[in-house]
């Protein structure tokens, strides 16, 4: 099945006329609904201008005009990995061991 991945929020937070946080959230869906494996998860993450990891830096929130430069900023690799697991955990739960109660402790040592 098809994993897709939607754009579903972006709220800045300005400050001097710069955004210096972003609040993203990524909706990742598996499936139609109806089928047998749809499962969906919404993501957020938030990022501020000081998080060199996607290079964010201070601009304005009118240069902030592509959901490229959006998504650019979410751990899209990180989220796949999460929910690819999810999925599988979901569809395929791992088999739970069973209690035996008639285990008898030895007596020797």
């Known amino acids: 099945m098809a994993v897709t991945k939607e754009l579903t929020s972006a709220v800045p937070s300005v400050s001097g006329g710069k955004v210096v946080e ?3 959230g990524v909706t ?3 499936g139609v609904s109806g089928d047998e494996r749809y499962y ?6 938030n990022v501020f201008s000081d998080d060199e990891t996607y290079g964010f830096g ?3 929130e009118s240069d902030w005009n592509t959901r490229g430069q959006l998504l650019a900023l979410c751990p899209i690799s990180t989220w796949d990995v999460a929910f690819e697991a999810q999925v599988e955990y979901i569809f395929n739960p791992p088999i739970q061991p069973e209690p035996d109660p008639s285990y008898v402790i030895p007596t020797n040592e």
């Open 22 to 24: 972003w609040e993203i």
């Open 58 to 60: 201070l601009s304005a």
């Open 40 to 45: 969906q998860y919404d993501y957020i993450s």
């Open 28 to 30: 990742y869906t598996n």
